[in-house]
């Protein structure tokens, strides 16, 4: 930020932005205020042990880099898990708490995104508006009204914190940017970021030799934290994508999803629960084509920016360096997510707002001193487009929040959005199934399987699969998922309490008694917090298999004699 733009914006200013934009997200979102916990929620908040109860022995595990507590999330983020046992000690099972912390530290990142907008040279009024704009966007519903994305608010907090603190406070950045990886890897856009920066105030003379090798000491912990990380996302991230064997489709794929964050971050449209995109699998794919101009004219506005040394280009940086890990360059499930825009939008939103008032700024030079008037009517006419495009945000983002206050609600959003997806097929099989169709039903989650969905104990408990619950086509189905869970078990190795136990349960549903007690076995010897639920299960498994082996050993009863 320079001199004067600091001097203009006191404590009482930042503080007063803050609120403003908490009560602004308090109005957009008081109708997912009380919102029931949802979907991951149940692995981070509602069923995880190691947050149920803020011990010595919890904090420990979540900190161990290679202790089972990261793969109830397939991912190594303690400092995520730690949040959200303090949140369980402070709001226990109420929603209402857990949302309004993410509404709050929604509020301190579009704050420190004004702040970072000033520091590269955006106009006063132009930074604001690009806060505005990110704290309205209907993106980030996902990321704001989910419980469990606190993960993803904090992360960006965190990590745009230690891009502001760089220049005059390093040691403080660093703490932060360490903060910001143990909260999500995602936050790791940051280092590239900070390079980028840094290399550009290097144009211009400043700071350049500290801040190497404090980039330096960024880059030793991101490696530090990054390789648990990819060990637990090789565990149970990653996924086999056949059309990926493809290598020109696997490269559409990924310009595709690009093309649809674009189009997301410049209009909102295209934003939705649970995406589940098709793969780009024609050359006549229309994101993929669209992902060609659109991606040319970043690259070129990149080179461009970068060669005169201007800041815009350290944005356009950002923008990369958030894609990098959700482009599909290692599939993994849920391909494209609204949340996952999060990190993209503050590197599209600061290039994007440079890139506008750099345009401004030539067309005032090339009409200076003809007409003052077309001077105004341009920047007025570049203010009512982003107010009007933040109100177009505003009430975009107002319909959608109702959303999170029933999961039904973000289950036919999903099915409506992507209608050959695992949703709408588990969705179809409800219908069947309370329609009493059975084939409907199982050959509707049949298709939701091929897709992907194998939680086989949901679906077997499932309210709405209750009318069939008993019927044999449906358990077979149940068999084929749990079967399948297995076979991954034992192609990922699975060896942690809570994944042994869910491998016996899948062969318990399976009617596989001897593989199921030798795995509760092997659960109840790793040890950890679901010891007494293992306990309990394997005392039950060993009777169901003594009761089955004396019915076989039982000699069959004498047949009486007939007559003649």
Not at 345 to 355: F, Q, R, S
Not at 451 to 467: I, K, Q, T, Y
Not at 524 to 551: I, K, Y
Request: hydrophobic content about 55%; charged content about 15%.
């Amino acid at each position: 930020m320079n001199s004067a733009s600091a001097a203009s914006w006191g404590l009482r200013s930042w503080l007063l932005l803050f609120a403003g934009f908490l009560l602004l997200g308090i109005a957009l979102y008081r109708a997912a205020l009380w919102g029931p916990f949802v979907s991951d929620d149940v692995a981070y908040l509602v069923a995880n042990p190691y947050t149920s109860e803020l011990s010595l022995a919890n904090v420990l595990a979540m900190l161990d880099p290679w202790g089972p507590a990261k793969f109830y999330t397939a991912n190594y983020a303690p400092l995520h898990l730690l949040l959200s046992a303090l949140e369980r000690q402070a709001f226990g099972d109420a929603p209402l708490g857990y949302h309004l912390v993410n509404v709050g530290v929604h509020a301190l990142v579009g704050t420190l995104l004004v702040a970072w907008f000033r520091r590269a040279g955006a106009w006063p009024r132009a930074a604001l508006l690009g806060g505005l704009l990110f704290i309205v966007h209907p993106a980030n519903v996902e990321a704001v009204a989910w419980a469990s994305q606190l993960k993803t608010c904090a992360g960006l907090a965190f990590a745009l914190g230690a891009l502001l603190a760089l220049p005059a406070a390093p040691a403080w950045a660093t703490l932060l940017f360490v903060l910001s990886l143990l909260t999500k890897a995602s936050a790791g856009f940051a280092l590239p970021t900070a390079a980028a920066f840094a290399w550009l105030r290097r144009r211009r003379g400043t700071g350049w030799g500290v801040e190497r090798r404090w980039l330096a000491v960024w880059l030793f912990f991101a490696l530090w934290i990054a390789v648990p990380q990819l060990a637990s996302f090789e565990r149970l991230g990653p996924v086999r994508v056949e059309a990926y064997a493809d290598s020109w489709l696997h490269l559409r794929t990924i310009a595709a999803v690009g093309a649809r964050y674009l189009v997301m971050a410049a209009s909102g449209c295209g934003v939705s629960a649970f995406q589940e995109p098709a793969p780009a699998a024609s050359w006549l794919d229309p994101w993929w084509l669209a992902a060609l101009p659109l991606g040319a004219a970043l690259s070129l506005r990149t080179v461009a920016t970068l060669r005169r040394g201007a800041p815009e280009a350290g944005f356009w940086i950002a923008a990369a360096a958030g894609f990098a890990p959700v482009s599909q360059v290692f599939p993994f499930l849920s391909p494209v997510a609204d949340r996952y825009l999060y990190f993209l939008l503050p590197g599209l939103m600061g290039g994007a707002l440079l890139w506008a008032q750099d345009g401004l700024a030539w067309h005032e030079l090339r009409v200076a001193g003809r007409q003052a008037a077309r001077r105004g009517a341009a920047r007025s006419g570049a203010l009512l487009a982003a107010v009007g495009l933040s109100a177009w945000f505003a009430f975009q983002s107002a319909q959608r929040a109702p959303l999170w206050n029933n999961e039904t609600l973000l289950l036919l959003d999903a099915a409506t959005h992507t209608p050959d997806g695992t949703v709408a097929h588990f969705l179809r099989a409800r219908s069947a199934a309370q329609a009493g169709d059975v084939p409907g039903a199982v050959g509707s989650l049949r298709s939701a399987a091929a897709r992907g969905l194998d939680r086989f104990l949901s679906v077997r408990d499932d309210p709405g699969l209750a009318p069939i619950r008993e019927h044999p086509a449906f358990r077979e189905v149940v068999r084929e998922m749990a079967g399948r869970w297995i076979a991954t078990a034992r192609r990922r190795g699975y060896r942690t309490q809570p994944e042994l136990h869910m491998l016996a349960l899948a062969h318990l549903e399976r009617g596989e008694l001897v593989e199921a007690v030798r795995a509760l076995e092997a659960s109840l010897a790793a040890g950890g917090p679901l010891s007494g639920v293992v306990r309990d299960d394997l005392a039950l498994a060993r009777a169901r298999l003594a009761a089955r082996e004396r019915s076989a050993a039982r000699p069959d009863p004498p047949v009486a004699p007939g007559r003649d």
